[in-house]
């Protein structure tokens, strides 16, 4: 699997969590492939922390009307019919206040807690930490879609290592190799990629993962 299909498999699955009429805010990265995949009976309300409510995620480039407006990620952005824009105090007033059904974001770290770090590495240069914060927090579910690992070495840890976004905030991590449901008894894997064993995915993985009774193939 090449890091295009990876990308979408993982977009495919996560999509399948989103339900008819939930709020959702995206992440920049994988999760804005997320809209492509979604089932024509499942129409969800996209929102953008900068000021968006009703995203369209599939602007079009060919349009006539010139595109003055960019997500929160800095990519052009138009509004879907029925959409509106609003100001800043508004958009951080409906995530702060449990408006938004799902978040999904990517992650640099996760550990067994569903503690999360996705905003900085220490010494090097980056554009800020967004809106990820305070989505992590006010959101009713948080999934991170992820790949399982940075260059080979794990992103799930016991214990984040880089300085965290937010704790114990983590329901859902996606990958292209499992899906786990972040429990009080810990990471539980509820899903497998056949493309790996059980204990594939466990050595990807650097903290003990349960198994779950109902553990069963991705699809």
Same mark, same amino acid.
């Given at each position: ?13 996560? =999509?399948?969590? !989103?339900?008819?009429?939930? +709020?959702?805010?995206? @992440? ?5 492939? &997320? #809209? ?65 059904? =799902?978040?999904? !974001?990517?992650?640099?770290? +996760?550990?067994?807690? @569903? ?5 900085? &590495? #220490? ?97």
């Amino acid at each position: 699997m090449d890091k295009n299909e990876l990308k979408k498999f993982v977009a495919a699955r996560t =999509a399948k969590e !989103l339900k008819d009429g939930d +709020v959702v805010n995206l @992440g920049i990265g994988l999760p804005t492939m &997320i #809209p492509a995949f979604l089932s024509a009976d499942v129409h969800v309300t996209f929102q953008s922390e900068n000021g968006i409510v009703g995203t369209d995620p599939k602007p079009d480039p060919t349009s006539l009307e010139p595109i003055y407006v960019t997500d929160a990620g800095g990519r052009p952005a138009m509004v879907a019919c029925g959409g509106s824009y609003i100001d800043s105090a508004a958009s951080f007033g409906l995530i702060r206040g449990g408006h938004v059904d =799902a978040t999904i !974001l990517g992650a640099l770290e +996760v550990d067994r807690e @569903g503690n999360l770090a996705n905003w900085i &590495i #220490p010494g090097k240069m980056v554009p800020g930490m967004g809106g990820a914060m305070d989505l992590v927090v006010g959101a009713k579910t948080v999934i991170v879609a992820m790949e399982h690992t940075a260059k080979g070495q794990p992103k799930i840890f016991d214990r984040c290592r880089l300085p965290l976004t937010a704790v114990q905030c983590v329901n859902l991590i996606i990958t292209e190799m499992a899906v786990i449901r972040i429990t009080p008894e810990g990471p539980s894997l509820e899903e497998f990629n056949p493309e790996f064993s059980l204990e594939d995915i466990q050595a990807a993985t650097a903290t003990k993962l349960l198994i779950s009774n109902s553990v069963r193939p991705m699809v």
